[in-house]
């Protein structure tokens, strides 16, 4: 499950770009994710440019830290 903190986005758009299964929604200032369909691939978390978004699975959250980008 991808994890947002909605009061840090800026709605840029660049998670909606890079998710390969198109299950991000901008829609006006809300960031929709279609949870069933993803594919925990990361891109988004990866391609957030401010680093608000996370992943949790099997009660791990995995982050970049930013701005080194070191995965933890
Ligand atoms: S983890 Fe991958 S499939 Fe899931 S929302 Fe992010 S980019 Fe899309
Ligand atoms: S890439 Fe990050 S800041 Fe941009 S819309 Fe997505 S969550 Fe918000």
Request: net charge negative.
């Amino acid at each position: 499950m991808i994890h947002i903190n909605e009061e840090l986005c800026v709605y840029c758009g660049a998670c909606v770009a890079v998710c390969p299964e198109n299950i991000i929604d901008l829609v006006d200032t809300h960031l929709k994710i279609d949870q069933p369909k993803c594919i925990d691939c990361m891109k988004c978390v990866k391609g957030c440019p401010i680093g608000v978004l996370s992943m949790e699975r099997n009660g791990k959250i995995y982050a970049f830290d930013y701005p080194d980008r070191g995965l933890f």
